[in-house]
Each structure stands twice: as structure tokens, then as C-alpha cells.
């Protein structure tokens, strides 16, 4: 009897062992995995130009709800909306990630011949740029200015957001705001408002101010996420909705209403989309100059959402901190441009998207034509209103009126003056020689 508990002690240890070791030798196999970037997904070509595009990091509230507990600045002394210290460090980070996976691009010193960094015009993304670059290039050599400081300035431009059609994508285009107007409308989106109306109301009751669509929902529902972050306690009424599956739908689902329909993604992103082909293209042609090996976008989380989304790869969720798209080209051995898009928004390495009707290493070209579709031709054009697009009241159709009566008074005139010309000719014509004389 004691030797069968031995034996049976024995191999208890002995699967103990066992098992540690193989955990142990998955932790370690998965932490190699993890730094050797991009060892999962060996690509045709060499890597020419990467073109990148993140949200910013880590932020306070934009805008708490009104029976918020914690609304209130003495809570966020940053202010409102503003990038953390933990932001900053996020995105000090993927700076340092940059540089490790594309140190094969970028010089270890500075140069604006190499790169070329714009933020929207927003505090977060233009704080989030200058800490990305601050772990990008850590100043070495000469570019030390102060021995103290290890960090050095460099550009990060912008374009105030109500005239930038690409990146901020807020410059104004009628046509986008009617196709938006029209799908939400619709008989199946004003559907499915309807399935979510109960969680709307009870959201809308509890918070104190008026929830009404999943842009509402999601506005309120990243409140509570950034609160829950930072160890806030919430209301006790939130615990019937925050973290369940229906308010986390509609915040998800939010992402994808701006590029719902593929004339809604032309006009809101297409620009984008137009810039960066156009830009990949310049490179592989040799027509980029400055000849910049990276381009660098500091945006938002409804900026990732959109690309993905036209691009046909989005998966719904709420795109996270620092989440980042990387845009990159290869030249193969047949002089060949290819495509590839990575999506990173975890701490793991990226792998390549599977673009559709392409895969995951796409001949621009090709790529080109499969997205004709959302690249405008002329986007202030297309941003313009028909009259069949606009209300009675809109198109003015009194003035419409008024141009068309001028015009039917100007036609009478007209006639009245052939008429008259005519009749005194003919008078002339009949007059007696006796009166003439």
C-alpha cells in the first residue's frame, strides 16, 4: 500500500514538473516570438517606405456626463480630454517599437529628409506625436543639446481641423453630411435604434443628458471606461449596463457608421486613403521628395475604425489606445511594388491584414484598383450638394420661382417687341404714295 502512494506521489510530482516546463517553455517561446518582429510573417520584397497612422494615448474625459460623481477638474488636473503621463509613456514606447522594427528605414540621427510627422490639430494627438518621436530619436552625437535632456525637438505639423479633408476629416462636405442623414434614417437603422431604445432611455434617465444614437451611447460608455480605468468607482446604476453586452455593441458599433456604405467611406476617408496611395506610389516610382523612407499620422480612434472599415478589414471594437495601422512597401525582385497592412493594438507583434481579393502582400497596382471605388476624383466636387439631394426649403425653390418668372416676363417682352417692329413694317409697307409725298 505504501509503495502504490509512493508511486502515485511520484507521478504527480513528476506531471507537476512536467507541466511547469512546458509553461515555462511557452512563456519563454512566446516572449522570443514577441521580439523578433515581424518573424511570424516573412513578406515577398524589401521594405522601401512604411507609412503609419495611431490614435494617441492614454486621456482624461472629454466630456462627463452630468450626474458624473467625478465631474469635476479637481479630479483630472490636466483638464479635460488632455493626454495622461501614462499616455505619454504609451506612446514613448511604440516610439522605441518604431525604431526597433524599421531601423532598417530611419537613420539613428534626425533628419527631415527621412520623415515626416502631422497630428490633427487636437492637444492629445499632437502631445502623443512629440512623445512617440521622443522614443523614435533619442538624441545622439551632436543632436545632444543638453546633456540633462534626452530628448531633442522635432517637427510635428498640423492643419486646423475645419480645413483638413484628410486627416481630421472634419473640412465641410454636404454630400457626406446627407448621406449620413439618409442612412440613419433608414428604415433599418431607425430598426435597429428601436431594439436599442430601452438601453437609450435608461442611459439617458441615469446620466442626465439625452442619449439618442450609438454616438451618444458610446460617448457616455468611454466615460465610464476611463473612469473604471483610473480605479473610480462608478454609480451603482452603472452595473446594470457598463460591461455588458449591449452597451458595449452600441459603443462598438459607433465605429462603423462613418464609413457605413462605400459613399460614406469615399467622402470621409477617401481622401485619406488617396493621399497615402498617392504618397506609396510617389516612393516606388522615385517621384518623393523629399525621398522619405516613413509618414507618420498622430490621429484618433475614429480615424483607425475608418481606414480599417474602407479597407474592409474591421473587425467591430473600440480601437484602443495607441492602436496603430502601419502601411508598408516592398519592392520584390521583379521591381514589383507591394502593399502590406498591419494593425497592432496590442502590446504583440502585428501581423499582416488580409486585404481583400489581395492578401497579405497586395501589388499596388492591384490594390489601387480594388479600392476605385472610395478614391474621389474630386472630392470638393463630390462634396457638393444637388438639387435633388436638398429640401424644398433648401434648394430655395421660391428663388428657383422667381429666376423662372423674370425669364417668361423677358420672353413676353421680347415678343411684345417683334410684334410692335413687325406691325410698323407692315405699315410702312401699306402707306399710299399721296401720303407719303
Not at 486627416?167 to 454636404?174: E, H, I, Q
Not at 480594388?370 to 426649403?393: A, F, G, I
Request: aromatic residues 12%; hydrophobic residues 40%.
Amino acid at each position: 500500500m505504501w509503495k502504490r502512494h509512493c508511486c502515485l506521489v511520484s507521478i504527480a510530482v513528476l506531471c507537476i514538473f512536467v507541466g511547469l516546463g512546458n509553461a515555462l517553455h511557452q512563456a519563454y517561446a512566446n516572449v522570443e516570438v514577441e521580439g523578433r518582429p515581424d518573424q511570424l510573417a516573412k513578406l515577398p520584397g524589401e521594405l522601401k517606405f512604411v507609412h503609419v497612422i495611431f490614435r494617441h494615448g492614454d486621456r482624461t474625459p472629454v466630456d462627463p456626463y452630468p450626474t458624473d460623481p467625478w465631474n469635476n477638474l479637481k479630479f483630472w488636473t490636466t483638464g479635460w480630454g488632455q493626454l495622461t503621463n501614462l499616455g505619454k509613456q504609451e506612446h514613448y514606447d511604440l516610439g522605441k517599437w518604431l525604431r526597433k522594427r524599421y531601423s532598417s528605414l530611419l537613420s539613428s540621427r534626425y533628419s527631415n529628409e527621412d520623415i515626416f510627422v502631422q497630428s490633427t490639430d487636437v492637444d492629445r494627438t499632437l502631445m502623443s506625436a512629440q512623445s512617440n518621436l521622443a522614443g523614435l530619436y533619442e538624441p545622439q552625437g551632436e543632436d545632444i543639446w543638453n546633456p540633462a535632456i534626452k530628448w531633442q525637438p522635432i517637427p510635428v505639423h498640423t492643419t486646423p481641423e475645419k480645413d483638413d479633408p484628410i486627416l481630421a476629416a472634419k473640412a465641410p462636405c454636404p454630400a457626406y453630411d446627407y448621406e449620413l442623414a439618409s442612412l440613419e434614417s433608414s428604415p433599418e437603422f431607425v430598426a435597429l435604434a428601436d431594439k436599442y431604445r430601452d438601453l437609450f432611455e435608461y442611459l439617458s434617465e441615469k446620466s442626465g443628458r439625452s442619449v439618442k444614437t450609438f454616438l451618444d451611447a458610446s460617448y457616455l460608455n468611454n466615460t465610464l471606461f476611463i473612469e473604471s480605468l483610473y480605479n473610480m468607482s462608478l454609480p451603482e446604476w452603472t452595473n446594470k449596463v457598463y460591461g455588458h453586452e449591449e452597451l458595449t455593441y452600441a459603443a462598438n458599433f459607433a465605429f462603423a457608421i462613418n464609413t457605413y456604405t462605400r459613399k460614406l467611406a469615399r467622402l470621409k476617408t477617401g481622401p485619406l486613403l488617396k493621399d497615402i496611395f498617392q504618397r506609396i506610389d510617389d516612393k516606388a516610382t522615385g517621384r518623393l521628395q523629399p525621398d522619405r523612407s516613413m509618414w507618420i499620422y498622430s490621429a484618433h480612434d475614429t480615424t483607425i475604425a475608418n481606414v480599417l472599415n474602407t479597407l474592409k478589414v474591421f473587425e467591430l471594437h473600440s480601437p484602443p489606445y495607441v492602436a496603430c495601422i502601419t502601411v508598408e512597401l516592398r519592392i520584390d525582385d521583379h521591381n514589383t511594388p507591394l502593399v502590406s497592412v498591419f494593425y497592432k493594438n496590442t502590446t504583440a507583434e502585428p501581423l499582416p491584414l488580409d486585404i481583400p481579393g489581395c492578401g497579405p502582400s497586395c501589388p499596388l497596382k492591384k490594390l489601387t484598383a480594388l479600392y476605385q471605388d472610395v478614391l474621389p476624383l474630386d472630392w470638393e466636387r463630390e462634396c457638393k450638394r444637388s438639387t435633388m439631394m436638398m429640401t424644398y426649403e433648401e434648394a430655395n425653390l421660391g428663388a428657383a420661382t422667381g429666376i423662372l418668372i423674370l425669364i417668361i416676363i423677358a420672353l413676353l417682352l421680347a415678343s411684345y417687341g417683334l410684334m410692335i417692329y413687325y406691325r410698323r413694317r407692315n405699315y410702312k409697307l401699306y402707306t399710299s404714295y399721296s401720303q407719303m409725298a
